[in-house]
């Protein structure tokens, strides 16, 4: 069980808890999660998370490239395949829409974030 995080926090459950997911809904709170957290950002498991925080850093003409390899490296661990990562700015400078097609176990599923 997985607990749902909306706008980079934990969703309350109203009774003092949080919300928590299962099964395809768990998954794309990790696939959400592994996305958002920087890479690197927490010591004991230095391969979890994403490079995304530095698409602001690469030449435009790169970002796309370097969107599809930060979400490969991101995802590698998770029972799941990237079928296609699309990018889009946001009116924030630096900060990127980012959307990721999966498929998992011949689902098709879809998560995004800003990064």
Wanted: hydrophobic fraction near 40%.
């Amino acid at each position: 069980m997985e607990a749902r995080i909306h706008n980079g926090d934990y969703l309350p459950d109203g009774l003092g808890g949080i919300v928590r997911c299962r099964g395809t809904d768990a998954l794309l709170e990790r696939v959400l999660f592994r996305l958002t957290a920087h890479r690197g950002g927490l010591p004991p498991l230095p391969e979890l998370g994403s490079r995304l925080y530095l698409l602001s850093r690469e030449p435009a003409s790169q970002r796309l490239s370097a969107a599809r390899q930060y979400v490969a490296e991101a995802l590698a661990e998770e029972a799941v395949t990237v079928t296609d990562v699309s990018i889009t700015p946001e009116q924030t400078p630096g900060r990127v829409h980012i959307t990721v097609l999966l498929d998992y176990q011949g689902t098709e599923l879809s998560v995004s974030a800003v990064v």
